[in-house]
């Protein structure tokens, strides 16, 4: 059956078939515009655990999504597909056996134990270290691969060290674009707890590729003296809207409209976004490793990111991580449902068929 005559024979007002890829849709890979790629990867984790089960989390989730988006009620007809592979369970693999020899050495550096005078330690530093960056290589490969066959390709962590393959693989189709980062924290560490591929150190990684002309980063409220030091250190490469500003600026009569027009604008006109799921308020994402009070809704997140869709920029990809499950299926819920969305900005501002806007009488 083609692709056509599948869309034809498709109830999206049905839940998602369970046997099929994402949101249940019933479409190949070669047959999906929309390709994502699932990293389930926590390797550097130092607080809570849980984002290397996030892809799964999502995908039992999408099931239960009504592909009847009102802002994009054709998107599901487009294609979106989960590109699960022997690699994708190599990765799941690696990441539990890595954790496990990076526990120890997270133990030692918070007793006060110096990890270059034990060299038991200091070898598994250097095997994550190696591993991580292997990774990296795989990831941004991967992502080529799809990008090569004119796939729109995003990313699904995992924890936040896991995009930076994905913004390598960017930087050789873009000479410079920005990142709009959504997350609780600047992520600008240096090799946070002696790992150079930390997922707090993802957004000083980052800096290192000269085609990020800028990262704008949005929600902030922890953040380290070294960190704030770096941002301010990159001569306007990176934007700050921590949390505290921008709730002084609604306090104040500044509407959350003006505060994204604001954001926007500081944007390169190529934008990857990078969605930490911890940026929006915790009871949003319960169980994600590092939460802290504060933050946005949900909805607040959607309107700034359709906003960005609207305004005239590219958007070039995204990636959405820290998406960790609990005992219920909220995390995997709100996940979902944000991907989702994410796919039909992506895809409205590339221009795909995603449908109108459906209104309602009121």
Known sequence: MNKADKIKSFDPSQPGLADESIFGLPFTAEESEIIIIPVPWEVTVSYGAGASEGPEAILEASFQVDLHHQEFPELWKLGMYLDLTEQTDEWAANSAKYKALAQPIISALESG???????????????????????KDEVRERALYWLSQGKKVVLLGGDHSTPLGYYEALATQHDSFGILHLDAHMDLR??????????????????????????????????????????????????????????????????????????????????????????????????TGTPVPGGFSFEEAAYLLSKLGESGKEIIGFDLVEVAPGEDDWDGNVGARMLFHMCGVLAKNQKLPVGERIKFHR
């Open 190 to 287: 240096i090799a946070y707890e002696g790992f150079t591929y930390s997922h707090a150190s993802i957004m000083y990684n980052t800096l290192k590729l000269p085609q990020v002309a800028k990262i704008v980063q949005v929600g902030i409220r922890d953040f380290c003296e070294q960190e704030a030091q770096t941002a301010n250190a990159e001569n306007g490469r990176v934007h700050v809207h921590t949390d505290m500003d921008l709730k002084k600026e609604n306090f104040e009569g500044i509407t959350w409209a003006q505060q994204c027009d604001a954001i926007i604008a500081s944007l390169p006109q190529k934008v990857c976004i990078s969605f930490d799921i911890d940026g929006m308020y915790p009871w949003y994402c319960p169980n």
């Open 113 to 135: 134990e110096k990890i270059e005078q034990n060299m038991g330690l200091k070898r598994d530093l250097d095997s994550i270290n190696t591993v991580c960056s292997d990774l």
